[in-house]
């Protein structure tokens, strides 16, 4: 599955900096480091490429002891079982690949966000877009799941089962790093300060 390098995350006030800015600086070493040997990379499927993106959420929630970092570390147990070669559930996410891609490409469930990145690809309005996706989590998660109901011609199991997960994870994410963002802190000009960690995304499994 195509990845969507659209999520990004820094920190901001209070007792929770320390935590929120480690997590950000781990997150966004591991993405690089990715990024930098994606040449050699051959598999791009969710249980290959992008589970080692995901890693990079869930490794940096568990080391810098997020609040989030109980259902990090829940769905990575998820996934495990998922892409445990030969299992039913793998097997069942590999055979419906295609319809669930269909489905989660579909932009029909996250019109708004996309309507603020057609504004211009910047920091700030990437933050906008991650705000409006949380605002908007629950609905979108419905809108997604009925629309990989009605591509692969039913329900498929491993992946609600991978994706309930996912939501829970986002939502945790959205609460603790997003939403206590201050847009006025992003500029347009791609500093450190505001660049943030790619989230493997709703683009395709979690929104």
Do not use: W
Request: positive net charge.
């Amino acid at each position: 599955m195509k990845l969507l390098l659209l999520f990004t995350f820094s920190a901001l006030f209070g007792s929770t900096v320390s935590f929120a800015n480690c997590f950000k600086e781990k997150s966004l070493a591991c993405n690089q480091k990715l990024q930098n040997g994606i040449e050699l990379e051959s598999d791009f499927t969710f249980c290959g490429f992008q589970k080692k993106v995901i890693n990079c959420l869930i490794t940096p929630a568990i080391e810098c002891n997020m609040k989030f970092k109980s259902l990090a570390q829940n769905f990575n147990s998820v996934i495990k079982k998922v892409c445990k070669r030969e299992s039913d559930l793998y097997k069942e996410l590999e055979k419906n690949r295609g319809c669930i891609t269909k489905g989660l490409i579909d932009t029909k469930c996250i019109k708004a966000i996309v309507n603020i990145i057609k504004n211009g690809n910047t920091p700030k309005n990437i933050l906008k877009s991650q705000k409006e996706a949380c605002r908007q989590l629950d609905k979108i998660a419905e809108c997604t799941i009925g629309n990989v109901k009605h591509y692969c011609g039913g329900e498929v199991m491993a992946f609600r089962f991978l994706y309930n997960s996912a939501i829970e994870l986002h939502k945790g994410i959205c609460e603790e790093i997003i939403m206590t963002e201050n847009e006025d802190d992003f500029t347009t000009k791609r500093s450190e300060k505001t660049m943030l960690p790619p989230f493997f995304g709703p683009l395709e499994f979690i929104v």
